[in-house]
């Protein structure tokens, strides 16, 4: 791994593109190599790379971050630290839906259970182009975009204004009854993060679910905690 390191700086397109790759590989589901990663002082290259003009070599990159910090708070915050979350930010508005894919897959798992991420993830603008690709045609970049927005309000309340004033309620509304069964269970769950002690925002979704026919009741048939979150508590 510490030879990975300094490949991720040689000249070579090619060889760094593929040594993020090989990275992205050992980091999943491995603690122990996701901390030698860390040490190695890959990380502070693979945020360089995400600018890359290859493609490839930044989706490799997004996805070697992502996996680094996978349930991994101590890399979590180095990755933040090392102002990886404004160059992902701008890949949520690349045209390729892979990049797309990597990049909200990244803050997904940034965001998660760290609450340091999860307000720069929103002081850094992703939160509007997040809400936009909940219309994304691409199931992975949905559930992904859906994942991402529901460990960002988790218990933050800064995050669930901005995610309200994105205009994302109406989307997410919609998506319960899509016929899709992960993305009806992701959209239940976030905006059940969402209205996590916010009256305000509990009216305001029950106002869209009842203006859409036929929601309430497939909200009750199908999510049946949200429903008496919304309704009955």
């Known amino acids: 791994i510490p030879q990975f390191a300094i490949l991720l700086e040689s000249g070579d397109v090619t060889v ?14 491995n603690l122990e190599n996701q901390n030698a990663v860390s040490k190695s002082g890959a990380i502070v290259h693979l945020v360089t790379l995400i600018g890359s003009d290859d493609v490839e070599t930044k989706q490799y990159a997004a996805w070697a971050l ?32 892979i ?14 259970n760290n609450l340091e991420n999860q307000n720069a993830i929103r002081e850094s603008g992703a939160i509007t182009h997040l809400v936009s690709l909940l219309e994304s045609e691409d199931l992975g970049v949905k559930l992904s975009t859906i994942g991402a927005l529901f460990d960002l309000a988790r218990n933050n309340q800064d995050n669930q204004n901005a995610i309200r004033q994105a205009g994302a309620f109406p989307n ?15 959209a239940a769950t976030a905006i059940l993060n969402l209205a996590h002690e916010s009256t305000e925002i509990k009216k305001e979704i029950i106002a869209i679910i009842n ?18 979150t919304l309704f009955i508590e």
């Open 16 to 29: 760094k593109k593929n040594v993020a790759l090989a990275i992205s590989n050992l980091a999943h589901n």
């Open 66 to 97: 992502a996996n680094i910090a996978y349930n991994n708070k101590e890399n979590q915050n180095t990755i933040r630290e090392l102002g990886a979350i404004p160059r992902l930010t701008p890949l949520l508005e690349s045209e390729d839906i």
């Open 99 to 112: 990049t797309k894919g990597k990049a909200t897959g990244a803050l997904h798992i940034l965001a998660y």
């Open 172 to 186: 997410l509304v919609n998506l319960l009854t899509s016929d899709e069964i992960r993305t009806r269970e992701c």
């Open 211 to 228: 203006s859409i026919e036929g929601s309430k009741k497939a909200t009750q048939e199908n999510h049946p905690d949200l429903y008496n």
